[in-house]
């Protein structure tokens, strides 16, 4: 799964809207739209921004891939 997946999924399943999405994680919406639109990869600090905006995402999933999207959600 990409880093573009990543987020999308996390707004998805949040239920947030960009703008939403935007102001936790401290981003501008030209920033999320150009990481949903494929045109950049979303930075090192972005991907920070939204461990800290959401301490119940899974560290290792958010950055490696590895293990399930929340912290407290078993293996399937």
């Not at 990543?6 to 399943?13: M, S, Y």
């Not at 239920?15 to 739209?33: A, Q, Y």
Request: aromatic share 8%; net charge negative.
């Amino acid at each position: 799964m990409t880093d573009k997946e990543k987020i999308e999924l996390i707004i998805q399943d949040k239920r947030l809207n960009n703008t939403e999405f935007c102001n936790e994680v401290c981003i501008s919406p030209g920033t999320l739209s150009h990481i949903r639109s494929g045109r950049t990869e979303p930075t090192l600090n972005i991907l920070r921004s939204i461990s800290q905006a959401f301490p119940d995402i899974n560290r290792s999933w958010l950055f490696y891939g590895e293990g399930p999207m929340y912290v407290n959600q078993g293996s399937p």
